[in-house]
Antibody, heavy 120, light 110 residues
Framework: EVQLVESGGGLVQPGGSLRLSCTAS????????MHWVRQAPGKGLVWVSR????????GYADSVKGRFTISRDSAKNTLYLQMNSLRTEDTALYYC?????????????WGQGILVTVSS | QSALTQPPSASGSPGQSVTISCTGT?????????VSWYQQHPGKAPKLLIY???KRPSGVPDRFSGSKSANTASLAVSGLQAEDEADYYC??????????FGTGTKVTVL
């Protein structure tokens, strides 16, 4: 059974940093592109970032580029999102997601999400 | 990187059909056959319903179907059931390693 479990969320002050982790199991982690998607309370889904199988092809939404860094460790089956210079508008539930098997086709598996709250 | 445009709401009676539109540009929806659709119930993670415009993952009923014309993609739900009441989002590849979601549509089963 495919499982994605996010961790590392919490309350942080504006300007602070946080690192999210997503531990994967039930599939060959190194064979799939991985994504982060966020959802502010009561709002819609927003794509945040994507990383390819070997970690060398990466994309970011304009709203987080230069502040967030996605990475992966295939030895630990773990996806990361380092979030720096956090703003109140970054407050959201952050999901990690795995693609369906083709890089741009869709997100088949999702974690349950981890809440990040940016507030003073 | 603007969100794709969806109607805020749609509704139908049990057994009826509802269609949700998703309008983008030639840089996203119109430029690639990489449109997917997601269903999200309150407090739950999204679920993939349709990928590559019209393909269904294993286990998704054929009541859900997708299509695309120019810069607009559509999701049709036929034979509406109570459990179809949820939020629905479209999602498209936008080139240059970027993606974009739609604004979301709340479907109500009357």
């Amino acid at each position: 059974e495919v499982q994605l479990v996010e961790s590392g969320g919490g309350l942080v002050q504006p300007g602070g940093s946080l690192r999210l982790s997503c531990t994967a199991s039930g599939f060959t982690f190194s064979s799939y592109w991985m994504h982060w998607v966020r959802q502010a309370p009561g709002k819609g889904l927003v794509w945040v970032s994507r990383i390819n199988r070997d970690g060398f092809s990466i994309g970011y939404a304009d709203s987080v580029k230069g502040r967030f860094t996605i990475s992966r460790d295939s030895a630990k089956n773990t996806l990361y999102l380092q979030m720096n210079s956090l703003r109140t508008e970054d407050t959201a539930l952050y999901y990690c997601a795995r693609d369906i098997g083709t890089a741009e086709s869709g997100l088949l598996y999702w974690g349950q999400g981890i809440l990040v709250t940016v507030s003073s | 990187q603007s969100a794709l445009t969806q109607p805020p709401s749609a509704s139908g009676s049990p057994g009826q059909s509802v269609t949700i539109s998703c309008t983008g540009t030639s840089s996203d929806v119109g430029g690639y056959d990489f449109v997917s659709w997601y269903q999200q119930h309150p407090g739950k993670a999204p679920k993939l319903l349709i990928y590559e415009v019209r393909k269904r993952p294993s286990g998704v009923p054929d009541r859900f179907s997708g299509s695309k014309s120019a810069n607009t993609a559509s999701l049709a739900v036929s034979g509406l059931q109570a459990e179809d009441e949820a939020d629905y989002y479209c999602y498209s590849y936008a080139g240059s390693n970027k993606f974009v979601f739609g604004t979301g549509t709340k479907v109500t089963v009357l």
